[in-house]
């Protein structure tokens, strides 16, 4: 049986080796591989030529490193101020007011702490203010708010009064928090 011829070409050949690349890259790594032993024995040879010399090498040493300042690099560690009545105020808005004569007023009202001045706190830390809020009569709230680096909480209550007089927001402390 025959079989039938294709009219097809021959496949193309594989390229030849390129030997004259294997060979520069054998001859660089056998230079660069007596370079690295040459500084090996000379470093071999210096640190033995060294010892046996004396002083001589120790005292070139130390004339080399007290004729460059050493490097120091310092930072300068971060000023916060500590939050005080100094620098905090409260804010008390009343929200909504119910008055009953002589019988006096009911307050809702919202109590913030603010800055009263450019400052800055420690983000790390956080500090509790207490807030006495006084109606001007037997009574008496305290509250305490947090405050950390620029944010403080908000609080929000209810008091009354048997004066028709708005209630008064006094800072009666601050400390950090452990």
């Known amino acids: 049986m025959n079989r ?3 009219l097809y070409p021959a496949p193309p050949r594989p390229p ?11 001859m660089a790594a056998a230079l660069g591989g007596l370079c690295v032993t040459g500084l090996v024995i000379g470093a071999i040879g210096g640190i033995v030529s060294g ?24 930072t300068a560690a971060a000023r916060y101020d500590a939050p005080s009545a100094d620098n905090l105020a409260t804010e008390l808005t009343v929200t909504e007011k119910q008055c009953f004569g002589s019988a006096g007023c009911n307050f809702k009202y919202e109590l913030r702490v603010v800055v009263t001045q450019p400052v800055t706190f420690d983000p790390a830390k956080s500090y509790r203010v207490s807030i006495v809020i006084d109606g001007g009569t037997n009574w008496e709230r305290i509250h305490s708010l947090d405050v950390r680096g620029t944010k403080a909480d908000v609080v929000s209550g209810r008091v009354s009064s048997d004066t028709l007089a708005s209630p008064v927001a006094v800072i009666a402390s601050v400390t950090a928090k452990p």
């Open 4 to 6: 039938p011829q294709y």
């Open 16 to 26: 030849a080796p390129n030997n004259a690349a294997k060979t520069v890259a054998i």
């Open 51 to 74: 010892d046996s010399a004396g002083t001589s090498s120790s005292s070139t040493l130390a004339v080399a490193a007290t004729t460059q300042p050493p490097r120091m690099t310092t």
